[in-house]
């Protein structure tokens, strides 16, 4: 299984053996700075690569979509345009990057929680006027902060 592995999938993971390939980003790498971390990283055979510019953009376009772009960094983004541009499974437990890595089809492994179980579309929401809008931390009519939640949610197939 070619897999692209996430911070976390690094720290926590102990047996690497059944992958047959594994990348990652450099990001992931700078991240992952204990002694620990460092030694499996001397003793398995992870690639380092920069996924095209071209997918990064169209993840974040769906991470627009979805209204996960405010809570995945662009590490984040990076490992899911590298999973989709290499056919490769995601191995985080970011419910951000699962959410979106489901929206665009790309298969996903969780270490420690249950995967996902719903896809949601995430909305900002203004409790003073009752308001949805796509982006923004401040209602652009009111001047109340604007909450991020569930939209529209369906059941995913696990």
């Known amino acids: 299984m070619k897999v692209v592995l996430d911070t976390s999938a690094l720290i926590y993971l102990n047996d690497f053996r059944e992958f047959d390939e594994m990348l990652t980003v450099q990001e992931v790498i700078e991240e992952a700075k204990d002694s620990v ?4 990283l001397s003793s ?12 990064v953009e169209k993840i974040q376009q769906v991470a ?3 209204g996960d772009i405010d809570r995945l960094s662009k590490t984040d983004l990076k490992l899911i345009a590298l999973a989709k541009q290499s056919n490769a499974t995601i191995i985080s437990d970011d419910r951000n990057v699962q959410n979106v890595a489901e929206r665009m089809q790309i ?3 969780s270490i420690f929680n249950e995967k996902i179980t719903k896809l949601i579309t995430w909305k900002k929401y203004c ?3 009752k308001k949805y809008f796509n ?3 401040i209602c652009e009519r009111c001047g109340s902060e604007l909450k991020r939640v569930p939209f529209v949610s369906k059941n995913v197939k696990n």
């Open 37 to 40: 971390t460092a030694i499996k």
């Open 44 to 55: 398995i055979d992870v690639k380092i690569l920069e996924p095209a510019a071209g997918i």
């Open 64 to 66: 627009r979509e979805t």
């Open 107 to 109: 298969p996903y492994i």
């Open 127 to 129: 409790s003073s006027c």
């Open 135 to 137: 982006s923004g931390r």
